[in-house]
């Protein structure tokens, strides 16, 4: 059996799709490790440590969140990013958002 130490590098290692892009990574180093209790840690996927879809989309994410008295959106009951199709699931909305930006930007009448 591996040494834990072993594991951890290991475990750093991302997975890239056909295009040589990185789609999976893990941080095991990380002391928060996984930071979300609903991913098993097997595929937890680092890759969106911090949620690029928080501040684009704060009603639409996607995801499972609450807001909180303060106004502050609580995003630490969601595994959506970290889990299985997460990834993919970002970049869509991300291409969702910024498509309506490019749209926005070239059409007058939809900006007023």
């Known amino acids: ?6 594991k951890k590098t290991a475990g750093q290692k991302p997975i890239r799709n056909e295009s040589g892009t990185d789609v999976f990574n893990q941080n095991l180093n990380c002391p928060y490790f996984p930071c979300h209790g609903n991913v098993p840690a097997e595929v937890f996927n680092c890759k969106h440590c911090y949620c690029p879809l928080y501040f684009i ?4 994410c996607g995801g499972e969140f609450r807001i909180l008295p303060s ?5 630490s009951g969601c595994g959506l990013p970290h889990g299985p199709g997460g990834h993919e699931h970002v970049l869509a909305k991300l291409r969702e958002h910024f ?5 926005t930007d070239h059409d007058p009448a939809e900006s007023e």
């Open 57 to 60: 989309f704060p009603e639409n």
């Open 1 to 6: 059996m591996s040494s834990e130490s072993e």
């Open 71 to 75: 106004g502050i959106k609580d995003c």
């Open 99 to 103: 498509g309506r930006i490019a749209k």
